[in-house]
């Protein structure tokens, strides 16, 4: 009787998702190409928030209210009004990309001379990165006698669009946490300098993207937790 066929799984042949420090030149490449890539990504999130905020629209009614209270003198003045007030639509599209282009230039800055000696955690399915996250080892305390006290720093973390919010992220934290304890660190947060952090705009239209970074920093809290990471370190110095 001839062998019989294993059975279809609709998963056959779709690639594993991999997630571990740089293997390789090309990982530290690609890994780099993401966080760059997400700074950049901010100037088109920078321009949305000045775009949709209500304070740039009252802005526009005020113009175009002057507008029209300026030209409009009869029914014939209808096409010069709304060509002015096009305009003025058109000059704020100018000044909202002037005032978010900086991100451009901070991504176009970043090299392998600011990764320096961190490491790249990235997230491979099959051939391709699909997440990373540099993490660098710092130093802190160490008054005295006192030994100093060696800390995991996420400087850059960032999933490729497409594969967010499916675990991606938290994955790389996870490797992040348990890399940091195998390396005898006592905890591991965010740098206050990380790759995400610069802001071009005032505070005021900038709270979204402080409102992710605290969403990031909790998520990391989470796993920490949910690993029980650093515990026997920190009773240990308690």
Known sequence: MPPSDPPF???SGIPDLVIGPSASENDRIDGLKLVVDSVAEMKGTAAKLLLA??????GMVVVY?????????????VPLVLTTC???????FVLIRYFTAEYVALAEGMDFEWIGG???LVARFGERVVGALVLGM???GGKGRRKKAVRGEIRAWTVRRRYRGKG???GLLEEAVKLVEARGGEGVGFSAAHANSHRVLYDYFDKPLDEADARAERKLQDVIYEQNAFAKKNRRGS
């Open 86 to 92: 096009a305009g003025a639509t058109m000059a704020l």
């Open 168 to 170: 991606v992220g938290t």
């Open 53 to 58: 905020h209500w304070v740039t629209w009252a």
């Open 138 to 140: 710092v130093a802190e």
């Open 9 to 11: 799984s609709p998963l």
């Open 118 to 120: 961190d490491e790249i």
């Open 65 to 77: 209210s002057v507008v029209g209270k300026v030209l409009w003198k009869s029914s014939g003045d």
